[in-house]
């Protein structure tokens, strides 16, 4: 094989993390740098550049990369532009795909969102490999979605498909999320959504619970994780509640695209069969007959740690010039 | 052009009705027999060829026929099979496509269901024509969907998908759906649907309405229509509340593919503005900022008693070997 490798990068609101990764998967070599460290697109573009020739010099050289994936929030795999990211230092629309290759004597660089890397490394590497018809969904801090069909990822006619996190949840009386409306699920089933219902549990009941000793404003998922597996009743509670809603919003998922699974990724994931017992339960009990039983929930098979650059550099295998 | 035609067989409960067109979506000659006569599905598919032999002999024989396209409730793209449809007269797994095949000296058949062969023949002679990305929303006695995705029609893993009557689009106190869930898209945006929504406001609600003269368990959607036309308040505000539901699940389909257009066909299609107007108006107030202003909204552009066999017709188009 010519050209054995691709690159991966994430950039995060905080970190830009890439490695250069082999066909299996493996990342070989990584660097990181501060995404916000420069104002200026331009000056953040050098920085990363030379980051990349120092892992890709260890690699071999130019020659051995097929291409560079990038996983960036608000990120449009059509244009290779980052379009209006509320937690980038940049604002407006920065053509960051055509600055990277440019930079690197025209390695072709191919961009999309977070969540849609993460499906595609699942599809290269991971849980989905061999499937044509998923759906991954990443439960972090908030909930994002990068829907496989045919084979294919789903960008719709903008490049902006799959935002999964914001179907409503609760018509009525929703809670408030993040993107101005009420009641999307991610208001509900992120990370946060848990702290969110945990409050909420706290003050309107009245049964014992180890939360109980922590400042209401300050606990996290990772509490009410703990707690529940401490044997604690509401914390139990509030995971049985956070799937359930999971699963009644994956039962309208499974009528739209029928894939053959959900993948499940992300902060949350990590609660295991704490989270993934109460969405079987609830996916079952709410899709529709035709579909009973047919969809697979999985967790993802990648590593966290690692997720994130081989989802990114999974795109490298299927780059495209600008 | 060797083979200039297509066959497009409109399968219902009632009637089969069949066509030969050609491609531009004139439908050359046509014909029709009674679904339910035979019980015996091999009975049923051996009047349906005689008739088929006749129209072919009339567009000049076997040879100028591309391929068959199949419309059927519960019909399976993947496998060529009508399955377990409860409004047909034959149970089971029905293996139409090589049944009809084999009678026609192996003519290529593809089956869909009707929804998906309606979105097919929008993409090859209606409105969706250059469209990649769009989603066909039937309005009829149920609410049934064929979603084109990258310039193909999503079939799912198992061949099922596009059920968009089925999202769930009331989660408390919903109304019961055929499907024996709650809640469903169908069981308010149907023309049963919108005919349950008016005997609901008559007995709750008290204001005059002509529709107070008719007897309430004959309302049709028709009957509210006619009276919204003549400027009937009630009637209006029924087509105001079924729009307005359409519009709220219409934002979560968006989030989902993010299509170029969701095109509306079917009998309350026909109420034109009344029933447009709020679902623009409700898609516009609910859907996520990034897709605001991008997703038209379109009435089919086939003529309604032509559009079952041209949809199916379509299919002809690309047929495949079973």
Redesign the interface.
């Given at each position: 094989m010519e050209k054995p490798y691709v690159i991966g990068i994430d950039i995060g609101g905080t970190n830009t993390v890439f490695g250069i990764v082999d066909a299996r998967g493996t990342i070989l070599y990584s660097c990181s740098i501060k995404t916000g460290k420069h104002a200026d697109v331009n000056d953040y573009v050098g920085e990363l550049a030379q980051g990349l020739e120092r892992i890709i010099e260890q690699a071999g050289g130019h020659g051995k990369i097929k291409g560079i994936g990038v996983g960036a929030p608000n990120g449009n795999y059509f244009t290779g532009c980052i379009e209006f990211a509320p937690n980038l230092p940049w604002k407006g629309t920065i053509p960051l795909a055509q600055l990277i290759s440019e930079k690197l004597n025209g390695i072709p660089v191919t961009l999309t969102n977070d969540a849609n890397a993460a499906a595609i490394g699942e599809m290269t590497y991971g849980a989905a490999r061999g499937?044509?018809?998923f759906i991954m969904i990443t439960l972090g801090t908030g909930v994002g979605s990068g829907?496989v069909?045919?084979g294919?990822l789903?960008?719709?006619?903008?490049?902006?498909?799959?935002?999964?996190g914001?179907?409503?949840?609760?018509?009525?009386n929703g809670r408030m999320c993040g993107?101005?409306?009420e009641g999307c699920l991610e208001a509900y089933a992120s990370a946060t959504g848990v702290a969110r219902t945990a409050r909420e549990y706290l003050e309107i009941r009245t049964d014992e619970s180890i939360l109980r000793n922590l400042n209401p404003d300050e606990i996290t998922s990772k509490d009410v994780y703990d707690a529940a597996m401490k044997n604690d009743k509401l914390a139990i509670e509030i995971f049985n509640a956070t799937g359930s809603m999971l699963g009644?919003a994956f039962?309208?998922?499974v009528?739209?695209?029928?894939?053959?699974a959900i993948i499940l990724f992300g902060g949350l994931a990590k609660a295991g069969d704490l989270i993934m017992k109460p969405v079987k339960e609830s996916l079952d009990k709410?899709v529709?007959?035709?579909?009973a039983g047919?969809t697979k929930l999985l967790f993802s098979q990648l590593k966290e740690s690692d997720a994130a650059v081989l989802g990114a550099s999974a795109l490298g295998w299927e780059t495209k010039d600008f």
């Open positions: 499937m044509r018809d829907i069909i045919g294919n789903v960008y719709g006619h903008d490049g902006f498909a799959g935002e999964l914001h179907v409503i949840t609760r018509r009525h993107c101005g409306r009644e039962a309208d998922f009528a739209f695209s029928s894939p053959e709410n529709l007959k035709v579909f047919k």
